[in-house]
């Protein structure tokens, strides 16, 4: 009996996003704010790939399938870094004495 790639793809998919919540959820709040800036640092990588899908085929296609999924990675991770580096900034904010 085979197993479909897709059930299989789909089945890891799911399994990430619980690993991923317990993961996140676990970190102690002095531990967020590093933790922000290594998931911005993963987003900025992930801008490079997009970049290149984005930019990749002929100049004929502009709407081909990669160069659509490449732009919209973009628009993703460019929103997911500004939200980082502003949750990032209210956090330190946190820290920070008031002032009199």
């Known amino acids: 009996m085979e197993i479909d790639p ?3 793809r789909l089945s890891i998919f799911i ?5 991923g919540y317990y993961v996140v959820w676990s970190v102690t709040p002095s531990l967020h ?3 922000m800036s290594v ?3 993963i987003s900025s990588v992930i801008i490079v790939g997009a970049i290149i ?3 990749s085929g ?3 296609e502009v709407f081909a399938t990669s160069n659509m999924f490449g732009f919209l990675a973009i628009i993703l991770a460019a929103v997911n870094i500004f939200g980082g580096f502003l949750v990032t900034q209210r956090m330190l904010q946190m820290y920070k004495k008031k002032k009199k």
């Open 6 to 8: 897709f059930i299989f």
């Open 15 to 19: 399994l990430s996003i619980f690993v």
């Open 33 to 35: 704010t590093p933790l």
């Open 39 to 41: 998931t911005n640092a």
């Open 53 to 55: 899908a984005a930019l």
């Open 58 to 60: 002929s100049t004929e």
